[in-house]
C-alpha cells in the first residue's frame, strides 16, 4: 500500500508541475505580445511622441484652454476671437475706429463715476485708474523676440544645412502658405491659425490612434512617391562637374 500510494503522489506531482509550466509560458506569450503591441504602438505615435499632449502644449492654463479643460474659457475665448474677427471682415469695421469707441466709453464711464456723486449730494468716490506695468511689456516683448529668433535660426538651418528633402519640404510648405494668403488676408489667416489651435489639438487627444494610422500611411505614401522621384529624376542631376571643370 504505501508504495502505491506513493506512486500516484509522484503522478499527481508530475502533472501539476507540467500544468504549471503550460500556465506560465501562456502567461509569458501573452505579456511578450502586449508588449510587443505597446512598443509598435508606441513606435506609432506621431512625431516620436512619447509625453501626453498636455505636457507638449506646456501643461499650463494655455494647454488648459487649447484641450478645453474648462469649457466656459475656452469657448468664452473662441467666441471674443471670433467676434473680433466678424467686426473687423463682415462689418468692416477698421481697428482705429474701435480704439476711439472704445476710449471715448471708458472716458465716458470714469466722467459719470467721478460726477455722479456731486448730483446725488454724496461724498466723491475714488475713480480707479488702469496702470500697466513696464515688465509686461518687457516679457511680451522678450518672448516675440525668442520665437522670431527661433524661427530665423530654424530657416537659416535648412538654407544652409544641405538636406535637400526638408528644404523641398518647407519650400512646399511656404508656398502653400503664400497662396493661402493670396486667398484671403493676413486677419482672416490669423483667424483660421487660431480655431485650428482651439480644435485640432483636442481632437486629436480624443481620436490619437485613428490620426496617427491616417498621417503614417499618408507619410507613406509620400515617401514612395519620393523614392520615385528620387531615383527617376534626383539621382540623374550631375553633382560637382562645376567643381571639377574649376580645378581643372
Known sequence: ????????????????????????????????EEKSNSVVSSFNRLFGRQRPVHHILGGGKSADVLLWRNKKISASVLAGATAIWV??????????????????LGM?????????????????????RLVLRDELFVSIGRSLGAEVNRGLQFLQDVACGGNLKQFLVVAVSLWFAAVIGSWC???????????????????????????????????????????????????????????????E
Open 108 to 128: 465716458l464711464a470714469q466722467f459719470v463715476w467721478s460726477n455722479a456723486s456731486g448730483f446725488l449730494n454724496r461724498s466723491p468716490s475714488e475713480v480707479p
Open 1 to 32: 500500500m504505501p508504495e502505491k500510494i506513493t506512486s500516484e503522489d509522484f503522478l499527481s506531482n508530475l502533472a501539476e508541475t507540467i500544468a504549471d509550466s503550460v500556465s506560465k509560458q501562456k502567461s509569458g506569450s501573452l505579456f511578450e
Open 87 to 104: 467686426l473687423f471682415e463682415w462689418l468692416n469695421y477698421h481697428f482705429l475706429t474701435l480704439l476711439c469707441f472704445a476710449v471715448v
Open 185 to 247: 488676408n493676413f486677419l482672416t489667416v490669423l483667424y483660421i491659425g487660431f480655431v485650428a489651435a482651439h480644435t485640432l489639438p483636442v481632437l486629436y487627444e480624443r481620436y490619437d490612434e485613428q490620426i496617427d494610422s491616417f498621417i503614417y500611411s499618408v507619410l507613406d505614401q509620400f515617401q514612395n512617391h519620393y523614392k520615385k522621384l528620387d531615383s527617376g529624376v534626383l539621382s540623374k542631376i550631375p553633382k560637382g562637374k562645376f567643381m571639377v571643370k574649376k580645378h
